[in-house]
């Protein structure tokens, strides 16, 4: 009984207070003119530095590792498009020899032949302009078997084409052309020896060292034997020696030397005649 009593009076209670709850208004309005919803806003995130703002979606590609090119202190060799020879009768060989590659220009044009070359005989040089590098009249020289003319200082790096047309003694006529080129970037290989007015290089078993020197014009080089058999320093080409003969030696002993000096700018090649098959070759460059 006692229960149903406080039963009775809570409902009383309840029905006396007046326990209005308010509902929020709606975030999304109606549009006065339509009955259509309105999209709700985006939601703003809150941010920090523990919790950056997300970032849009990228409309460019995605970014890619760049690489850059692999640099040389070098420079970058050149390449050549070398014609055929085209080789008179008797003809032997050359200085510069045909397709061969020169660091810096040569000093002349050297044609060494089997038969003896007569008064008559005539050398050309050009370079991919035409213009005529030659300098002077041909000589003949080592016993009538060798045509030689001097060429025109500032031959720059490119291709050039030899033609040259050779006479025997009977007034008969014969021509010929080879091609050689220049590029400087080869001497980056060479020592660098300039300002001075000597230096030696050594010859040690099958080896010039350094092999391959830059040097200022009157230099004089000294070869010095340090090892223990004999050798040569001999000019282009082999067997001839024809190119430079100032720089052919006798045979230089072990503990001897041999000496010459360089005046005209150009590159002069030369080799041990007794160890060519040992790769016993040598090279100087002569620059202002």
Same mark, same amino acid.
């Given at each position: 009984m006692k229960k149903l009593s406080l039963l009775v009076v809570a409902v009383l209670f309840v029905s006396a207070c007046d326990f209005s709850?308010?509902?929020?208004?709606?975030?999304?309005?109606?549009?006065?003119?339509? #009955?259509? @919803?309105? *999209? $709700?806003?985006?939601?703003?995130?809150? &941010? #920090?530095? @523990?919790? *950056? $703002?997300?970032?849009?979606?990228?409309? &460019?590609a995605p970014a890619q590792l760049i690489v850059p090119p692999t640099s040389s202190p070098f420079p970058v060799p050149l390449t050549f498009s070398f014609d055929k020879q085209l080789k008179s009768p008797h003809f032997v060989d050359s200085t510069p020899l045909h397709e061969e590659i020169y660091a810096a220009q040569p000093i002349n044009i050297t044609i060494n032949f089997n038969f003896d070359v007569a008064v008559g005989s005539k050398i050309s040089v050009t370079s991919t302009d035409n213009k005529e590098w030659t300098d002077g009249n041909v000589v003949i020289e080592d016993n009538n078997t060798v045509l030689k003319i001097a060429l025109k200082s500032g031959m720059l790096d490119g291709l050039y084409k030899v033609t040259y047309y050779a006479c025997w003694p009977d007034k008969s006529c014969h021509d010929g052309e080879f091609s050689f080129a220049i590029d400087s970037s080869k001497k980056t290989v060479y020592t660098d020896m300039r300002n001075q007015t000597s230096v030696t290089v050594s010859m040690k078993d099958f080896n010039f060292e350094p092999r391959q020197i830059i040097i200022s014009p009157g230099t004089k080089v000294t070869w010095s034997n340090e090892g223990s058999f004999g050798h040569f320093v001999n000019t282009e080409t082999h067997p001839e020696h024809t190119y430079f003969p100032e720089q052919n030696s006798r045979e230089v002993a072990s503990g001897e030397s041999f000496s010459t000096t360089f005046q005209i700018p150009g590159q002069y090649n030369y080799h041990c005649s007794a160890h060519v098959p040992q790769n016993m070759l040598g090279s100087i460059v002569v620059v202002n």
């Open positions: 709850i308010s509902t929020p208004a709606l975030t999304t309005p109606v549009s006065p003119s339509s #009955s259509t @919803l309105v *999209p $709700p806003q985006d939601f703003a995130a809150p &941010t #920090s530095p @523990l919790f *950056p $703002p997300p970032s849009s979606p990228s409309t &460019t």
